[in-house]
């Protein structure tokens, strides 16, 4: 895993207003489904992006089947796709949005030339990490291991 340093981390997470979430799903026990949310809970507005679920709502907002289906800025597009879907993704990312800051890949995707594509255009990028707990970790909201589940053990 990549070592991001928690002040770049940080920083990302503080600018960040809005967030595009590719292959966000509608079932509420999957990954990308929670992780939206709490990012929406967070003050983030989250644009889901999932092609079999375009023109349903989620979080408030209207599903776009594509990057190109959203209007304005986007400062993130958080990645919950297998790496192979990377490189597309993210061209179409620096094409739709000159002001992109960052492209987040989730745990378990990563892909070193979409990245360096991505940086060489000053965006920054960080990959095989998760918002949800980046944001827990450094805004001290981590539970034992690793959720904030609000139960709390008498066995520490």
């Given amino acids: 895993m990549a070592d991001y340093s928690d002040s770049l981390l940080k920083s990302v997470l503080?600018?960040?207003?809005?967030?595009?979430?590719?292959?966000?799903?509608?079932?509420?026990?999957?990954?990308s489904y929670y992780v939206a949310r709490y990012l929406g809970l967070k003050g983030y507005k989250v644009i889901p992006v999932n092609p079999?679920?375009?023109?349903?709502r989620l979080f408030g907002e209207?599903?776009?089947?594509?990057?190109?289906?959203?209007?304005?800025?986007v400062?993130?597009?958080d990645i919950f796709r297998r790496s192979e879907a990377v490189p597309g993704i993210v061209d179409q990312a620096l094409?739709?949005?000159?002001?992109?800051?960052?492209?987040w890949m989730q745990i378990g995707v990563e892909h070193a030339e979409a990245a360096a594509k991505a940086e060489a255009r000053g965006v920054t990028v960080i990959q095989n990490r998760c918002p949800k707990i980046e944001y827990q970790r450094l805004f001290g909201e981590l539970r034992m291991g690793g959720f904030a589940t609000?139960?709390?053990?008498s066995k520490l």
């Fill in 14 to 31: 503080k600018k960040t207003k809005t967030i595009a979430v590719v292959g966000v799903s509608m079932n509420s026990v999957r990954p």
């Fill in 95 to 103: 094409a739709e949005f000159p002001n992109l800051q960052t492209i």
């Fill in 62 to 73: 209207v599903v776009r089947g594509d990057l190109s289906d959203i209007q304005g800025p």
């Fill in 52 to 56: 079999g679920h375009a023109g349903k």
């Fill in 75 to 77: 400062d993130m597009v």
């Fill in 150 to 153: 609000g139960i709390i053990s």
